[in-house]
């Protein structure tokens, strides 16, 4: 366990944990897998690829279920965005991160459950479908994501994507690229 979660990521990821809601008739049911066991399950699942039903109980991680419920709530809970936005704010304080240009790309996939964020894919018969839009540093390193419906074009998440409060750590709430998204979104409502 200590391999999938090293004691830097455990002491970046503990704090932003949401407190367990407690029974009110007491204990019911097998006691709750640890926060880290959980987080060594899912990075093991997200590494390897195996679905979560295939996760080894070797590991000490509880059941793949268990894995993927703690990863639901703590998806709901923000714990995700939350660190991402510390992992950012460390690199920027070791300088690691490099704004002198970025990269915006974009990937359309299958929805097949369809969901909020799901239109038809121009790409695969009009077929249900969402868009990654992706912005990274210099170095490759992402910035920001957002997610749309497949037939979202590329050009309307250009100003979203630079124009964020999750810009660059340690700086104002608008990003560094924000000069980019206004005249981004001017020349791209204009044509």
Not at 132 to 137: A, G, I, Q, S
Not at 174 to 187: D, E, F, L, V, Y
């Amino acid at each position: 366990m200590e391999r999938l979660v090293s004691d830097e990521l455990w002491e970046l990821v503990q704090p932003l944990i949401p407190r367990p809601v407690r029974v009110r008739r007491g204990r019911t049911g097998r006691p709750r897998v640890p926060d880290r066991a959980a987080l060594a399950g899912i990075v093991f699942v997200l590494k390897t690829g195996i679905s979560w039903n295939e996760l080894p109980q070797e590991l000490g991680c509880g059941s793949g279920v268990t894995c993927w419920r703690r990863l639901r709530e703590w998806q709901q809970a923000g714990l995700w965005q939350q660190l991402h936005r510390v992992v950012l704010d460390r690199l920027a304080q070791q300088d690691l991160l490099d704004w002198s240009r970025a990269a915006v790309d974009s990937v359309s996939v299958r929805a097949k459950r369809r969901g909020e964020a799901t239109g038809p894919s121009p790409t695969d018969r009009g077929k249900a479908g969402s868009k990654y839009h992706v912005l990274c540093d210099r170095n490759g390193l992402p910035l920001h994501a957002l997610i749309t419906g497949a037939n979202t074009h590329d050009s309307r998440m250009l100003a979203p994507l630079l124009d964020t409060s999750n810009g660059p750590p340690n700086q104002s709430s608008r990003s560094a690229c924000s000069g980019w998204a206004g005249s981004a979104s001017t020349a791209w409502n204009s044509s």
